[in-house]
């Protein structure tokens, strides 16, 4: 925590606001709002895959529907679209960002159409809090005019050309999962520039309740909505972010720093006029053995490491669903490994991780 979490979730508890909706709610998807900025409308909501299933519902997403997802995630990006009785269609990465390639997903959306359905909407990732090419797959996007589901729930605080994450798909997501770079416990938020879409996403997230003095109900509504005691820490935990951000890269520097002159490792480097927030510090390795022997070596020592992300189009659950692979997000998987990469890591408990991996790798 920050530092003024405390007092507003305090100020939730003085003025008897346990509930969502409240005036924490509404004070932190302000705080959002003016730190995205760019016109957007922020609703809070009780998790990022909320969001993503509010998101594709509003898109008109719903039953034997197609949706294109970028392979390479976490599976909450694609699962709402399993709870809408969709179907996801996988799309591979590209090797500068390790997202969703502009070129695997024309190529998806071109297939899709010939065998006779258009997919409805594009689930497209910030993964680890680098953005995916923007540009290109915005481009490709309106060509065969598909909306976008902007994943950023791991890039909150990352910007491309200077404007902020969250801002550049019809319908953008965030998380503050307690993993995230900054957490509420649990909890998430949609971000648009439409306000109907705001309307509509407070609006199902509140059990979609007509406008009558009685319980009239035309739609089917979720209970979505963030609470207005987490908001008071989602308040608090706005007013750091840019610390959190900080420290995170900087994290990223110390790694790369002190292990680039190795030939065995390698970074993801920030293309031009793109700025992650480094969520988390990834290597690549020449191979799945030297990522083991890594892992292994930090973990005899009792330092938790991970694979990348495992691709969607890998895992059991989403065997049968189409994906659009060249091979990239396997080997990612396969070489990749994340580091600690946590705020409050010390320059103690950098030093010793680095010194871990030097002494693995010149045995
Ligand atoms: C964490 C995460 C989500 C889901 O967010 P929750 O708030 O945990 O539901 C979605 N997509 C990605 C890429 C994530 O990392």
Redesign the pocket.
Known sequence: MGGNEQSYVDEAFKTNWIAPLGPNVNLFEEAIQNYIKDGVHVAALS????A?HLGLEILGVSHGDEVLCQSL??S??ANPIKYLGAEPIFVDSERETWNMSPELLEKAIVDRIAKGKKPKAIVA?H?YGMPYKIKEVTEVANKYDIPIIE?S??ALGSTYNGVKCGSFGEIG?L???G??IITTS???ALVTKNEEFKKKAVFLATQARDDAPHYQHSHVGYNYRMSNVLAGIGRGQMEVLDERVEARRSNFEFYKASLQHLEEIEFLNEPKGFFSNRWLSCILTPSYEMKERIRYALLEDDVESRPLWKPMHMQPIFETSPNYSDGTSEDLFERGLCLPSGSNLTNQDLERIVALILKELTK
Do not use: H, P
């Not at 998790?47 to 909320?50: D, H, I, L």
């Open positions: 998790a990022g895959t909320a993503i995630t976490f909450a990006s990732v993964l994943d729930a791991e997501i998380s503050f999962n993993n995230k649990g909890g998430g």
